[in-house]
């Protein structure tokens, strides 16, 4: 696995003060991305939280999803969450060091009080010393919360005190960008009212001791409770790994709800899904992999995206176009930018690879964020991307019809067919997975010939002539 460092640097520890009018939590923030360009330590809000109680609980479950490996565990340094100002809301993120499981706690404006909310992102400092004392919040007295230094500390400190470097896993990025691609295909099938939602997940099993997973699992919506059922029916949504919801326990006596997001299930095999407890001018949502073993890195979703070369073009003028917010609504874009819906959604896709863009389940709808990664990297280490371009390259693809022929390195030939725009293969990773996660290199060496996606190519094979 290829991993890098990311290092944060913050002008001093993030913490709770008690005063006499209430207590004040100031969380401090590292270099981010604003509409005035990168600053060092912007700042998002200054103001007083509607519920206390419950944004200490949301914003220590999004911290707990990111220091866990909810697969093959082991000691590891975490990424501090990430927040954003959207205008109306902070959005406050967090991806598992296993890849599997990605957590927001979306801030509304109806758990705001006071004071306007930035644009912006960056990551935000959430230590063990303030973990323990926001976990000893005990009523719900009058909270002021700071996203960014004080007049103070901008004044008066000359650079950063606290620096954390932590090591970032190249799938770990890869799993942002494959999270928003696979919730966006999400429609809600299930809503639950607070007593059934606390005893359903109550009831879902803790994980071992050495942390191995006990499998998928799949509930059957009935009224508004949960049914389990031993295999994929219609209506049903597959809850992979169920101990990975561990998390949402810190919120559950705060809930009026509990919303369930996932795909229309075709066959038995196994499906991400989202879950969303409902709070108090607040939600908190665990987007789970369709395994515990699996992380979102592998799932393809992007590649069609990253192949064409017309998505690349596209995408650099839809992110003039998005102006950090909240809710980026497609038809808006398309006409604004005069590109077809589905040229736009590509480019969203595009733009999410390098962080640029979520997706929020609850209102169906891309948001602007900007995650501090480098843009390239995405692509640059996406195995199967890198091999079509290298297939594309060496003439190994011949076209002739809706079949093609792929030769691969090893001189073996393999066959590629178009049906309608859906591609299948004749290779192991086909018979293996049968289009569940994204291409195979040889599908998507064909896609790109078709669409001419890489520049400079001398030629390409059609019915053995050449074109």
């Known amino acids: 696995m290829t991993r890098s460092l990311q290092a944060v640097a913050y002008t001093r520890p ?70 954003t100002g959207n205008g109306d809301r902070l959005r406050f993120e967090s991806f598992s060091g296993c890849g599997g499981v990605y957590a927001r706690l979306d801030v509304l404006e109806a758990g705001l009080d006071g004071g306007e909310v930035g644009h912006g992102t960056t990551n935000v400092d959430v230590n063990n010393p303030l973990r323990e004392a926001l976990s000893r919040i005990g009523s719900d007295d009058p909270l002021h919360l700071r996203v960014g230094p004080d007049e103070m500390a901008v004044t008066t400190l000359d650079g950063p005190v606290v620096e954390k470097k932590v090591p970032l896993p190249d799938r770990w990025l890869r799993g942002f960008a494959e999270a928003q691609v696979i919730a966006a295909g999400f429609d809600l099938r299930a809503e639950l009212p607070a007593s059934e939602a606390v005893r359903f997940l109550r009831s879902l099993p803790r994980s071992s001791a050495r942390g191995a997973s006990r499998g998928a ?85 992007v590649l069609d995206a990253l192949a064409a ?33 589905e040229r736009v959604r590509a480019a969203l896709v595009r733009l999410g690879t390098s962080g640029r863009v979520g997706y929020d389940t609850a209102e169906a709808a891309y948001f602007h964020r900007e995650l501090p990664y480098d843009a390239g990297r995405v692509e640059r280490y996406n195995p199967r991307l890198r091999a079509a371009r290298d297939l594309v390259g060496a003439g190994a693809v011949v076209l002739d019809g809706v079949l093609a022929t792929v030769t691969a390195e090893d001189g073996h030939a393999h066959r590629v067919r178009d049906d309608a725009g859906v591609l299948s293969c004749s290779c192991l990773w086909w018979a293996r997975y049968r289009g569940g996660r994204g291409p ?18 001398a030629e390409v094979l059609v019915d053995g002539g050449v074109r």
């Open 14 to 83: 993030s913490a709770l003060e008690s005063s006499p009018g209430g207590g004040r939590l100031g969380l401090e923030t590292s270099r981010g991305a604003t509409p005035r360009g990168v600053e060092e330590h912007p700042r998002f809000f200054a103001g007083f939280l509607t519920s206390p109680q419950v944004a200490s609980a949301g914003l220590l479950a999004v911290a707990d999803v990111a220091r866990a490996r909810y697969f093959q565990r082991q000691l590891a340094a975490s990424l501090d969450p990430v927040v």
């Open 217 to 301: 699992r799949w509930v059957v919506p009935a009224g508004h409770v949960l049914r389990p059922t031993t295999r994929s029916v219609p209506g049903a949504v597959c809850l992979p790994g169920p101990e990975r919801l561990i998390a949402l326990q810190r919120v559950l006596r705060y809930a009026s709800a509990l919303r369930v997001y996932g795909p229309a299930l075709a066959g038995g095999a196994a499906t991400a899904s989202a879950w969303e407890v409902v709070l108090p001018g607040m939600r908190l949502t665990l987007t789970l992999s369709p395994e515990a073993s699996r992380g979102f890195s592998g799932e393809g979703g």
């Open 440 to 457: 195979c290199k040889h599908a998507l060496a064909v896609r790109m010939v078709r669409r001419g996606a890489v520049s400079g190519q």
């Open 309 to 341: 070369d017309e998505t690349a073009e596209d995408a650099e003028l839809i992110a003039v176009l998005l102006a950090w917010e909240p809710r980026i609504d497609v038809g808006d874009l398309s006409a604004s930018s005069g590109l077809p819906a």
